[in-house]
């Protein structure tokens, strides 16, 4: 029932409460695919952000201990581990749709007119063009993380190597920049800013004197008053 040290949240080698985050969020986009309009209210878009906001905080979290741990981030191996969690799988089931695509004998969802999108992973970017249920209503935000786990490790731990400042700098303009970029990109940069949210969150808990501010909000009073403004916000805020 009490809250962690500093010393303690350093030590932790795996956070079951986000477990429950991603359970929660999970349902969400099952709901809001699925559910139809009955079940518009709880938001799947938030389901999809909690994804993102945890996908920047594990991220950076894991890099910095490793970086204070060994003096330096191996991208190398950071970047092995991201293609055979991903890549895999997904190129399974991007060959099973094409296939099909193909044995159908007809541009459904225009697949392989838009093959070069879901190769590179810019899903994200194909818009209404891709009608496939799979490759853009579920598969862009992929080419949204996988552009993350691209550039961010760069500026972070490469460019900004053991230089925790340059590393807050580099990740406030970057949610300054997907901000400014909304109307250019339709709205899809607020992504990059939401997963940036993450990062940036594990920043401030990787230091000392940010912990420590941002300590009383782990409590559990504080835990549930989060419940009940989420609940509010999805039962009176209308989602898109």
């Known amino acids: 029932m009490r809250t962690l040290s500093h010393a303690e949240f350093l030590a932790m080698r795996r956070f079951p409460g986000l477990d429950g985050l ?9 709901i809001v695919h699925y559910g139809g309009p009955r079940w518009a209210w709880l938001s799947g878009w938030a ?22 741990r060994r003096g330096k981030v191996s991208l190398r191996s950071f970047y092995i581990r991201r293609v055979f969690r ?7 089931v991007l060959g099973i749709i094409v296939a099909l695509d193909v044995l159908r004998r007809e541009p459904a969802g225009n697949v392989r007119a838009l093959w070069l999108y879901y190769v590179t992973f810019n899903n994200d970017i194909t818009g209404d063009r891709g009608q496939s249920i799979f490759l853009y209503g579920h598969s862009w935000t992929l080419g949204i993380e996988q552009k993350f786990y691209l550039v961010w490790p760069l500026l972070a731990f490469l460019i900004a190597a053991m230089a ?12 300054a920049a997907a901000l400014l970029l909304i109307p250019v990109t339709s709205g899809s940069s607020v992504h990059y800013f939401v997963i940036l949210v993450g990062c940036l969150l594990a920043l401030v808990m990787h ?9 009383p909000l782990t409590s559990v009073p504080v835990g ?17």
């Open 22 to 30: 991603r359970a929660i969020a999970a349902v969400l986009v099952i």
């Open 47 to 68: 389901g999809v952000h909690i994804f993102f906001v945890l996908t920047g905080f594990l991220i950076t979290t894991l890099a910095l201990r490793e970086e204070e």
């Open 86 to 92: 991903i890549m895999p799988v997904y190129f399974v």
């Open 164 to 175: 925790f400042g340059r590393k807050i700098a580099i990740a406030l303009a970057g949610m």
């Open 207 to 215: 230091s000392p004197k940010g912990y420590a501010v941002l300590r």
């Open 224 to 240: 549930l008053a989060v419940v009940a403004l989420w609940v509010v916000a999805h039962l009176y805020i209308p989602w898109g």
